[in-house]
C-alpha cells in the first residue's frame, strides 16, 4: 500500500482530565475501548483500541509528590482484533482472550498498583487474573520530574494489546524543573513512536505466524515485530509546523522490537537534557541516540536558523538489532517532519540551562550483592526460538529477591546474538559498564574470560535509567537501589515478542530483617 509520508500533521494527546479532586487526592477514571480511527490521510479507519477510546491514550500530567488514584476499565470487545498465540504462558485456552492490565512505566508504586501480569482483568472485572487486588492504582509521583509512559501489561498477550493501541503519556512536573525556563506550553511536544503494517483495508496487520515455522501452530508468536511503516502519536510518517525557535522533544520508543537510531537529515545538533528518569545533570550535544523499545529521551531542538525548511526525523537502526537489515530510507528509515513554517508569535526566551540537575550516582563498593545473570537463546517444544533470562521461566520460583532498601549490582551477561532492552520494574537505576567477553568460553566452561576492558555508559546514557540495552557478547552491568516498597515486582526484556515468550521473571522485594525494619513492617500494616 501506498501512504505518502509528511501529509498528515502529527496529532498531540489531549491532557486526561481528573473527574474530581478529594482531600488533594485526584482521582480519574479511564476506559479501554475498541473505535475507529484515521492514522493517515491515505488510509482509511483503522480499528484500534485506546484508552478512553483514542490512541495514544490521553497524557497525564501530574505534579511530583500529589498522589492520583486512576480507575482502569476495560470495554473492550471479547475477541482480540489481532492473531491469538494460545500456547505462549500465561495465554492459554482456559483464560479469556481479552484481558487487559496497566503498568505505569518507569514510576514508583506498590506492587497492587504496579500493573503485575498475572493481575489482569477483562470487561467490566467479570474475569479476573491470580494476582488481580483492586480496580483503582495509586500512583504515588514521588519521583523526580520526567516522563514516564503507561501501556498494558498482560501475561502472554502484551505485544498484541500494545499493538492494538493500548499505551499513552505521563508526564511528571516539579519546581526545580520549572525554574529551569525549558520550552514549554506547545513548544514541548510529546512523541511516542511506533512500527506497524496495515492491510489494505486499513486494519493493523500482524503476521499470524513466522514464515518458517513448520509445528502445526496457528496463530503462532513470532519472534519479533517489524512494521513497515512509523507512527508518531498514532500517524503514519506525520509532520509537524514548527516555529523558528527552540522545542522540548520528549520522545518515547512504544514500538514492539524495533531499536531506533535517530538523527536530524540536517544533520544539526540535539541538546539531550533528559533520560528515562529525569533530568541530566548537563545538557549533552548531539548529532544520534539510539532509542531502545520502552527508552525515553529528552531533546532540546533548535530550528531557529531553518525558516521555511523542513528537516526530516530519522532512522539507521538495523532490526533486528544490531545485526539485522538497514531501514529502506523511504519507508522506516524515517520517522517524522518538522517543517519551519510558521512565524515566530513571541520572542523565544527559553533556554538550554548549562546545570540541569543534581544525580547522586552509585559507587559499586556500596552493592550489596552482584547478581551475575545470563540472557540465553533457547527452543521452545515446536521449535520455536525463545530468550531467557538467567535460563529460567515465567512461571520458575523467583530467584532474584533484592532485600528492601539494598544496593545491588545486575550482571547480564548477554550469550544471545540480539541486543535486549532490559526493564525492570520499581526503581530508576544507573548502568556501570559494559564488558565484551568470550562467548565460546562461557558456553564451554561457564566462566568469563574478557576480551577487553570495561567501558562505561554511553554519554546519553548517564542518569537515571529504567531501561538498559544488553548487548550480545558483552556484560552490562547496572547498579540500583530497591525502594521504597516490598512486594512482587517484575524485570523483563522490553522487546514485546520476547517479554510475551519467556524473557520475563518475577522478582520480590524482602524486608530487611532487623528489628528497626520489622517494627516499620508492623506500623505499616
Ligand atoms: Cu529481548
Same mark, same amino acid.
Not at 530510507?329 to 546545570?355: H, N, R, W
Not at 538467567?390 to 544471545?416: H, M
Not at 537515571?464 to 540495552?469: E, G, H
Given at each position: 500500500?501506498?501512504?505518502?509520508?509528511?501529509?498528515?500533521?502529527?496529532?498531540?494527546?489531549?491532557?486526561?482530565?481528573?473527574?474530581?479532586?478529594?482531600?488533594? %487526592?485526584?482521582?480519574?477514571?479511564?476506559?479501554?475501548?475498541?473505535?475507529?480511527?484515521?492514522?493517515?490521510? $491515505?488510509?482509511?479507519? =483503522?480499528? @484500534?483500541?485506546?484508552?478512553?477510546?483514542?490512541?495514544?491514550?490521553?497524557?497525564?500530567?501530574?505534579?511530583?509528590?500529589?498522589?492520583?488514584?486512576?480507575?482502569?476499565?476495560?470495554?473492550?470487545? $471479547?475477541?482480540?482484533?489481532?492473531?491469538?498465540?494460545?500456547?505462549?504462558?500465561?495465554?492459554?485456552?482456559?483464560?479469556?482472550?481479552?484481558?487487559?492490565?496497566? /503498568?505505569?512505566?518507569?514510576?514508583?508504586?506498590?506492587?497492587?498498583?504496579?500493573?503485575?501480569? &498475572? +493481575?489482569?482483568?477483562?470487561?467490566?472485572?467479570?474475569? %479476573?487474573?491470580?494476582?488481580?487486588?483492586?480496580?483503582?492504582?495509586?500512583?504515588?509521583?514521588?519521583?523526580?520530574?520526567?516522563?514516564?509512559?503507561?501501556?498494558?501489561?498482560?501475561?502472554?498477550?502484551?505485544?498484541?494489546?500494545?499493538?492494538?493501541?493500548?499505551?499513552?503519556?505521563?508526564?511528571?512536573?516539579?519546581?526545580?524543573?520549572?525554574? #529551569?525556563?525549558?520550552?514549554?506550553?506547545?513548544?514541548?511536544?510529546?512523541?511516542? @513512536?511506533?512500527?506497524?503494517?496495515?492491510?489494505?483495508?486499513?486494519? !493493523?496487520?500482524?503476521?499470524?505466524?513466522? $514464515?518458517?515455522?513448520?509445528?502445526?501452530?496457528?496463530?503462532?508468536?513470532?519472534?519479533?515485530?517489524?512494521?513497515?511503516?512509523?507512527?508518531?502519536?498514532?500517524?503514519?510518517?506525520?509532520?509537524?509546523?514548527?516555529?523558528?525557535?527552540?522545542?522540548?522533544?520528549?520522545?518515547?520508543?512504544?514500538?514492539?522490537?524495533?531499536?531506533?537510531?535517530?538523527?536530524?537529515? *540536517?544533520?544539526?545538533?540535539?541538546?539531550?537534557?533528559?533520560?528515562?528518569?529525569?533530568?541530566?545533570?548537563?545538557?549533552?550535544?548531539?548529532?544520534?541516540?539510539?532509542?531502545?523499545?520502552?527508552?525515553?529521551?529528552?531533546? @532540546?531542538?533548535? !530550528?531557529?536558523? #531553518?525558516?521555511?525548511?523542513?528537516?526530516?526525523?530519522?532512522?539507521?537502526?538495523?532490526?533486528?538489532?544490531? &545485526?539485522?537489515?538497514?531501514?529502506?530510507?523511504? =519507508?522506516?528509515?524515517?520517522?517524522?517532519?518538522?517543517? %519551519? =513554517?510558521?512565524?515566530?508569535?513571541?520572542? &523565544?526566551?527559553?533556554?538550554?540551562?548549562?546545570?540541569?540537575?543534581?544525580?547522586?550516582?552509585?559507587?559499586?563498593?556500596? +552493592?550489596?550483592?552482584?547478581?551475575?545473570? =545470563?540472557?540465553?537463546?533457547?527452543?521452545?517444544?515446536?521449535?520455536?526460538?525463545?530468550? #531467557?533470562?538467567?535460563?529460567?521461566?515465567?512461571?520458575?520460583?523467583?530467584?532474584?529477591?533484592?532485600?528492601?532498601?539494598?544496593?545491588?549490582?545486575?550482571?547480564?551477561?548477554?550469550?544471545?546474538?540480539?541486543?535486549?532492552?532490559?526493564?525492570?520494574?520499581?526503581?530508576?537505576?544507573?548502568?556501570?559498564?559494559?564488558?565484551?567477553?568470550?562467548?565460546?568460553?562461557?558456553?564451554?566452561?561457564?566462566?568469563?574470560?574478557?576480551?577487553?576492558?570495561?567501558?562505561?555508559?554511553?554519554?546519553?546514557?548517564?542518569?537515571?535509567?529504567?531501561?538498559?540495552?544488553? *548487548?550480545?557478547?558483552?556484560?552490562?552491568?547496572?547498579?540500583?537501589?530497591?525502594?521504597?516498597?516490598?512486594?512482587?515486582?517484575?524485570?523483563?526484556? /522490553?522487546?514485546?515478542?520476547?517479554?510475551?515468550?519467556?524473557?520475563?521473571?518475577?522478582?520480590?522485594?524482602?524486608?530487611?530483617?532487623?528489628?528497626?525494619?520489622?517494627?516499620?513492617?508492623?506500623?505499616?500494616?
Amino acid at each position: 500500500m501506498q501512504i505518502t509520508p509528511f501529509n498528515t500533521p502529527l496529532p498531540v494527546p489531549k491532557i486526561q482530565r481528573p473527574l474530581y479532586v478529594k482531600e488533594g %487526592v485526584a482521582y480519574y477514571e479511564v476506559t479501554m475501548k475498541q473505535m475507529y480511527q484515521k492514522l493517515h490521510k $491515505d488510509l482509511p479507519g =483503522t480499528v @484500534i483500541w485506546g484508552y478512553q477510546g483514542i490512541y495514544p491514550g490521553p497524557t497525564f500530567e501530574v505534579k511530583r509528590n500529589q498522589k492520583i488514584r486512576v480507575r482502569w476499565m476495560n470495554d473492550l470487545p $471479547d475477541e482480540h482484533i489481532l492473531p491469538l498465540d494460545h500456547t505462549v504462558h500465561g495465554a492459554g485456552v482456559e483464560v479469556p482472550d481479552v484481558r487487559t492490565v496497566v /503498568h505505569l512505566h518507569g514510576a514508583r508504586v506498590r506492587p497492587d498498583s504496579d500493573g503485575y501480569p &498475572d +493481575a489482569w482483568f477483562t470487561k467490566n472485572y467479570q474475569v %479476573v487474573g491470580p494476582f488481580f487486588e483492586q480496580e483503582t492504582y495509586e500512583y504515588p509521583n514521588d519521583m523526580e520530574a520526567t516522563m514516564l509512559w503507561y501501556h498494558d501489561h498482560a501475561i502472554g498477550i502484551t505485544r498484541l494489546n500494545i499493538y492494538a493501541g493500548l499505551a499513552g503519556m505521563y508526564i511528571i512536573r516539579d519546581e526545580h524543573e520549572e525554574r #529551569l525556563n525549558l520550552p514549554k506550553g506547545e513548544f514541548e511536544i510529546p512523541l511516542l @513512536i511506533q512500527d506497524r503494517s496495515f492491510n489494505p483495508d486499513g486494519t !493493523f496487520y500482524y503476521p499470524a505466524k513466522p $514464515d518458517d515455522l513448520t509445528a502445526p501452530v496457528y496463530p503462532s508468536v513470532i519472534p519479533e515485530f517489524f512494521g513497515d511503516t512509523i507512527l508518531v502519536n498514532g500517524v503514519v510518517w506525520p509532520y509537524l509546523e514548527v516555529e523558528p525557535r527552540k522545542y522540548r522533544l520528549r520522545l518515547v520508543n512504544g514500538s514492539n522490537s524495533r531499536f531506533y537510531r535517530i538523527s536530524l537529515s *540536517n544533520q544539526q545538533s540535539f541538546y539531550q537534557i533528559g533520560t528515562d528518569g529525569g533530568l541530566r545533570e548537563n545538557p549533552l550535544e548531539m548529532k544520534s541516540f539510539l532509542l531502545a523499545p520502552g527508552e525515553r529521551i529528552d531533546l @532540546i531542538v533548535d !530550528f531557529s536558523d #531553518l525558516k521555511g525548511q523542513t528537516v526530516v526525523l530519522k532512522n539507521r537502526a538495523p532490526a533486528p538489532f544490531p &545485526d539485522g537489515e538497514l531501514p529502506d530510507p523511504s =519507508t522506516t528509515g524515517q520517522i517524522m517532519a518538522f517543517k %519551519v =513554517t510558521k512565524p515566530l508569535t513571541v520572542k &523565544d526566551t527559553s533556554v538550554i540551562p548549562e546545570t540541569l540537575n543534581k544525580i547522586d550516582y552509585y559507587n559499586e563498593n556500596q +552493592a550489596y550483592i552482584i547478581r551475575p545473570l =545470563t540472557l540465553v537463546h533457547r527452543e521452545d517444544v515446536y521449535g520455536r526460538p525463545i530468550m #531467557l533470562l538467567d535460563d529460567l521461566r515465567w512461571d520458575d520460583p523467583i530467584t532474584e529477591n533484592p532485600k528492601l532498601g539494598s544496593i545491588e549490582i545486575w550482571s547480564l551477561i548477554n550469550i544471545s546474538d540480539d541486543t535486549h532492552p532490559i526493564h525492570l520494574h520499581l526503581i530508576q537505576f544507573q548502568i556501570l559498564d559494559r564488558q565484551p567477553f568470550d562467548v565460546d568460553h562461557f558456553n564451554e566452561t561457564g566462566n568469563l574470560k574478557y576480551t577487553d576492558d570495561r567501558r562505561g555508559p554511553e554519554p546519553a546514557e548517564k542518569g537515571w535509567k529504567d531501561i538498559v540495552s544488553a *548487548n550480545p557478547g558483552e556484560v552490562t552491568r547496572i547498579i540500583g537501589k530497591f525502594q521504597p516498597y516490598t512486594g512482587r515486582y517484575v524485570w523483563h526484556c /522490553h522487546m514485546l515478542e520476547h517479554e510475551d515468550q519467556e524473557m520475563m521473571r518475577p522478582y520480590e522485594v524482602i524486608p530487611k530483617m532487623n528489628v528497626i525494619q520489622k517494627l516499620i513492617q508492623k506500623i505499616k500494616h
